[in-house]
């Protein structure tokens, strides 16, 4: 598509609840990374998929959250049990990236962003 | 660990100010420093700097590293209330991942 398009743009949903975040990326960009930003807070770093392979799940703050890609294109980020202090806005981005070192230029196109509020 | 740290993390100006904005890093493999600039939801990309002493410019806003103090400034002249956003600062480095510092919020008054 002409952008990286995220759903769905809100979901409320009740502690202890599993939620799904979908990610469509930008047709042809094989990099695609998950961040999360809470209220008042920079970008906080989850997961990165080259491909369908995630080289990088260092992020992931707890075994509750997992993360799939699938056809080198649409990412789920699933959260199980949600608690409280997941609520925040999750953004997606996508680049060009290919496996190896590129000198210089990683630049990430974003999603609008899934924002999670738990109850 | 990677780190990047941006100040002030807020900022009120009248129309027509200039402002700067600061950030500064400690990386162990640096490859690059993006500015973003978000609005209301995604962020948008407004500059990437790999080389020291050469600045990027836009219009109003230009920006420029420099890789031996580890540090970059975003400056924006003559603020217009459109400028008012979280203005990001963002580490590449090797591995792939864009390290992003907590943001400015720029409030621009009429």
């Known amino acids: 598509g002409a952008g990286v398009s995220q759903s769905p743009s809100n979901k409320v949903t009740e502690k202890g609840k599993d939620v799904e975040l979908r990610c469509d990326p930008i047709?042809?960009?094989?990099?695609l990374y998950w961040y999360r930003q809470s209220l008042g807070q920079g970008l906080e770093f989850l997961i990165y998929?080259?491909?369908?392979?995630?080289?990088?799940k260092s992020g992931l703050p707890s075994d509750r959250f997992s993360a799939e890609r699938t056809g080198g294109s649409v990412s789920t980020l699933t959260i199980q049990r949600t608690q409280q202090e997941d609520s925040a806005v999750y953004l997606c981005a996508s680049s060009l990236r290919s496996s190896g070192f590129l000198s210089g230029a990683n630049v990430l196109t974003f999603g609008a962003g899934s924002r999670l509020t738990v109850l | 660990e990677d780190k990047v740290v941006q100040s002030p993390l807020s900022l009120v100006v009248h129309e027509g100010d200039t402002v700067t904005l600061n950030c500064s890093y400690e990386v162990t493999n640096f490859r690059s420093l993006l500015w973003y600039k978000q609005e209301k939801k995604a962020p948008t990309f407004l500059f990437m700097l790999t080389s020291s002493g050469i600045e990027k410019k836009s219009g109003r806003l230009s920006s420029i590293l420099d890789k031996k103090e580890l540090f970059s400034i975003l400056n924006i002249t003559a603020t217009q209330t459109g400028d008012s956003a979280i203005y990001l600062c963002?580490?590449?480095?090797?591995?792939?991942?864009?390290?992003f510092g907590e943001g400015t919020q720029l409030t621009v008054n009429p």
């Open positions: 047709s042809g960009h094989t990099a």
């Open positions: 963002a580490m590449e480095t090797s591995g792939s991942r864009l390290t």
């Open positions: 998929f080259q491909g369908n392979s995630a080289p990088d």
